[in-house]
């Protein structure tokens, strides 16, 4: 790890309800603990926040699975596989997840909440407002908890990217023992992501969390398309 990556969690947010403007919150709360926001910084928000901001909630009784079923597939552009309740699908943005990302957690009862429209969209919409009204120019990443093919447990990703890269391609460049790598191509959105995550905890309610001290040379125009795998290249599809 970079001996000078920091991982700031930002306490102290209100409550986020539909129409509220997320750029406000996060400066203020972060401004309010002692740590506000500097150019270079990476805020990374969870979905959670960004779907009630924009107001992606829906009513759903957790015990009517007709109706959940339903709901997935509409947010759905193809269904994968199903194992009983479990339903893997695509989502209409080209994500590979459990039950399209809808989710039931930290939400009010009887409501689920849904994957922003355009996650790149919600980003920059973000770090556009933290521009104008603090003058700092901050990536943001908008995080969500999946699973992963192969590997048991869960852990955050990249849904939204503005002003980080997706994907850095270290095709052509040298290891440390002056090979050429062929391959490697890291997925940094998804790792600061997961970094944060750690931070900010499944269950302790911090929303966002401020990654400090990234090589500048990651920040730069993206999209989270870097980071979905092509149908041709997907050997499992």
């Known amino acids: 790890m970079n001996a000078g990556l920091r991982i700031i969690p930002i306490l102290g947010m209100a409550e986020v309800r539909p129409g509220d403007h997320l750029a406000d919150l996060v400066a203020g709360a972060a401004a309010g603990q002692g740590t506000p926001l500097l150019d270079r910084d990476c805020v990374v928000v969870t979905q959670k926040i960004v779907s009630k901001a924009e107001g992606r909630l829906v009513a759903l009784d957790p015990d009517d699975l007709d109706a959940r079923r339903v709901l997935i597939e509409q947010e759905s552009r193809r269904i994968l596989r199903r194992r009983g309740d479990l339903i893997i699908s695509e989502t209409t943005h080209g994500f590979v997840c459990a039950n399209a990302g809808i989710d039931l957690s930290n939400v009010d009862d ?19 407002a933290l521009r104008a009204h603090l003058g700092v120019d901050v990536a943001i990443v908008v995080s969500d908890t999946f699973g992963r093919a192969w590997r048991r447990g869960l852990t955050d990703v990249a849904i939204g990217v503005a002003g980080l890269a997706g994907v850095v391609d270290l095709r052509g460049s040298t290891d440390s023992r002056s090979r050429e790598l062929h391959a490697t191509e890291v997925a940094v959105a998804d790792e600061v992501a997961a970094a944060a995550e750690l931070a900010m905890g499944k269950a302790a309610g911090i929303p966002a969390a401020i990654v400090r001290g990234l090589d500048p040379a990651w920040f730069r125009e993206a999209s989270i398309t870097e980071l979905i795998r092509p149908p041709a290249e997907d050997l499992f599809r």
């Open 110 to 128: 009887g409501m689920a909440a849904l994957l922003p429209l355009d996650g790149d969209r919600s980003a920059r919409d973000i770090r556009n």
